[in-house]
T-cell receptor
Framework: QQQVKQSPQSLIVQKGGISIINCAYE??????FPWYQQFPGKGPALLIA???DVSEKKEGRFTISFNKSAKQFSLHIMDSQPGDSATYFC???????????WGAGTKLIIKP | KAGVTQTPRYLIKTRGQQVTLSCSPI?????VSWYQQTPGQGLQFLFE???????NKGNFPGRFSGRQFSNSRSEMNVSTLELGDSALYLC???????????????FGPGTRLTVL
């Protein structure tokens, strides 16, 4: 019930394309869903987060789509750039956010 | 503002030893969380401290412990090290004051622990 399942494990996208990473959760008590980006040698950094009262949130080239009934959420990166090459983690938490339950991560490579 | 700092960045220990890792949160942040990151298990929550009190604990053995000081700095200790404790240990801080409870966790660069 505490798991967050993330797919795909790795993803290669051409520059300018759309990168899509998916996550699914089981615990309906989760009500905070962030996406983090991690570069080698660095800690994760928050990209964007969503609450279940909205179905979509957009910040620049990054969009979260949220489907409460399916218990799924996804990250879309529009106009993907080589600088976006990193590992992306979805996570889930109850509010207040004491602990994050993490997906396994997606290694994204953007080919120039 | 300075980010979350963790010391040391790299550490090599042998089985059976103990280790202490340190985390200095962003100024003004009162909550500190610790996570273990390994290739096999991914990111797993260890514990969270707020105002020197442990509020939440993950599913790790008692060999893993932590504390928080009055200035919000935190330490975690691992006793009787095992090979499987080799990991990147990440510290995250948050303000923990937002009314809706969705305070962002800001991560440090981590301490890379290798157990031989």
């Amino acid at each position: 019930q505490q798991q967050v399942k993330q797919s795909p494990q790795s993803l290669i996208v051409q520059k300018g394309g759309i990168s899509i990473i998916n996550c699914a959760y089981e615990n309906t008590a989760f009500d905070y869903f962030p996406w983090y980006q991690q570069f080698p040698g660095k800690g994760p950094a928050l990209l964007i987060a969503i609450r279940p009262d909205v179905s979509e949130k957009k910040e620049g080239r990054f969009t979260i789509s949220f489907n409460k009934s399916a218990k799924q959420f996804s990250l879309h990166i529009m106009d993907s750039q080589p600088g976006d090459s990193a590992t992306y983690f979805c996570a889930a938490s109850m509010v207040p956010v004491y602990q994050l339950i993490w997906g396994a991560g997606t290694k994204l490579i953007i080919k120039p | 503002k300075a980010g979350v700092t963790q010391t040391p960045r790299y550490l090599i220990k042998t089985r059976g030893q103990q280790v202490t890792l340190s985390c200095s949160p962003i100024s003004g942040h009162r909550s500190v969380s610790w996570y273990q990151q390994t290739p096999g298990q991914g990111l797993q929550f260890l514990f969270e401290y707020f105002s020197e009190t442990q509020r939440n604990k993950g599913n790790f053995p008692g060999r893993f412990s932590g504390r928080q000081f009055s200035n919000s700095r935190s330490e975690m200790n691992v006793s009787t090290l095992e090979l499987g404790d080799s990991a990147l240990y990440l510290c995250a801080s948050s303000q923990s004051w937002l009314a809706d409870g969705t305070d962002t966790q800001y991560f440090g660069p981590g301490t890379r622990l290798t157990v031989l």
